[in-house]
C-alpha cells in the first residue's frame, strides 16, 4: 500500500476537483478520517501527514484509543449513540453526528449541564429510508430542531448528517446528498437559524457529496486500507472479550468484516 502521504494527495486532488467543478472553495470541505478497527499508530499516522479529524463509530473504542493516541486532533464520533454511553461520549468527543431524536438530544442536555460541557452536534437524518440505518425522518428535522432550540440550551446544532445507501455507483448517492443539503437549507430559510456543516459522504462516493454540499467528508478505507479482520487492536491488558468479525458483534474493542466508510 502507498504511504498515507501519498494516498492523501490523490484524495485531496480529488476533492480539490470536486469543489472546482461544483463552485465552492477547497477549504470549505474537511477529511473526517475514520480509524475504526484500526490502532492508535493509525491516528498518529494521520496527524502526521496532517489530517486533524478523527471518526470513531465506537465509544468504547475511542475510549482507549484517545487515551493512548497523540494529541492535537479533534474527536467526532460518527456512529450510532445510546443513552447510557452519553456521558463517555461528552468526555470524549469534541463533535457528535448521530442525533438522531429529541430525546436523545435531552439526555445529552442534562448530562452536559452535569458536568459543564457545551455539547456541539449533528442531527442524523435517514434519507434513504432504509431500516438498516439510524436516523431520524426528514419530517422529524423541524420538530426537533425546535425543541432542541427551546429545551435544550447547552445543545448546539451545527448541520446534519447522512448515509447514503451502499451501491458500486457513486452517482447513486448524489440524491440523497442533495435531499440533505435541500433539507438543510429548508431549515436554514424557515427557521432562521445557520447550520453550516453538512456530513456526508464516504470512501465510495465522497466526490459526489463534495459536490452536493458536504463539508465534513467520513474518510476510512480509501485513507488506511481494509480494516484489520482477525487481529483486536485493542491494546494487551485493557481487558474484555474481542470481537473478531461481523457487524453485530462488533463491540468496540475489535475490528467487524463489513466496511461501512
Known amino acids: 500500500m502507498k504511504p498515507l502521504s501519498e494516498i492523501l494527495e490523490e484524495v485531496e486532488g480529488r476533492i480539490s476537483a470536486a469543489c472546482a467543478r461544483s ?11 475514520v480509524t475504526k478497527t484500526h490502532g492508535e499508530d493509525v491516528v498518529r499516522e494521520a496527524r502526521d501527514a496532517g489530517l ?3 471518526g470513531e463509530n465506537k465509544v468504547q473504542e475511542a475510549k482507549w484509543k484517545k487515551a493512548a493516541s497523540v494529541s492535537g486532533m479533534d474527536w467526532h464520533l460518527i456512529g450510532h449513540l445510546q443513552g447510557n454511553k452519553v456521558r463517555a461520549a461528552l468526555e470524549l468527543f469534541d463533535v457528535i453526528h448521530s ?7 435531552d439526555r445529552i442536555n442534562a448530562i452536559a449541564d452535569e458536568i459543564g460541557a457545551r455539547p456541539r452536534v449533528l442531527l442524523e437524518v435517514n434519507v434513504s429510508g432504509e431500516k ?8 422529524d428535522v423541524e420538530p426537533t430542531l425546535r425543541h432542541i432550540a427551546q429545551e435544550c440550551p ?3 446544532v451545527e448541520g446534519l448528517m447522512t448515509m447514503a445507501p451502499f451501491s458500486e455507483n457513486a452517482e447513486d448517492a448524489r440524491p440523497f446528498f442533495r435531499r440533505l443539503r435541500t433539507l438543510r437549507d429548508e431549515m436554514e430559510s424557515k427557521l432562521g437559524i445557520g447550520l453550516p456543516r453538512l456530513s456526508m459522504g464516504m470512501s465510495g462516493d465522497y466526490e459526489v457529496a463534495v459536490e452536493e454540499g458536504a463539508t465534513w467528508v467520513r474518510l476510512g478505507t480509501v485513507l488506511f486500507g481494509e480494516r484489520p479482520k482477525a487481529k483486536s487492536v ?4 485493557d481487558g ?3 470481537a473478531t468479525g461481523g457487524l453485530d458483534s462488533y463491540s468496540g474493542a475489535g475490528p467487524t468484516v463489513k466496511v461501512l466508510d
Do not use: H
Open 240 to 242: 474484555g472479550d474481542f
Open 154 to 156: 447547552r445543545v448546539t
Open 52 to 54: 486533524r479529524i478523527v
Open 132 to 139: 438498516s440505518k439510524s436516523g431520524m425522518k426528514p419530517e
Open 234 to 237: 485493542r491494546p494487551e491488558g
Open 23 to 33: 463552485g465552492r472553495r477547497r477549504e470549505d470541505v474537511e477529511i473526517v478520517a
Open 99 to 105: 442525533v438522531d431524536s429529541a430525546k436523545l438530544a
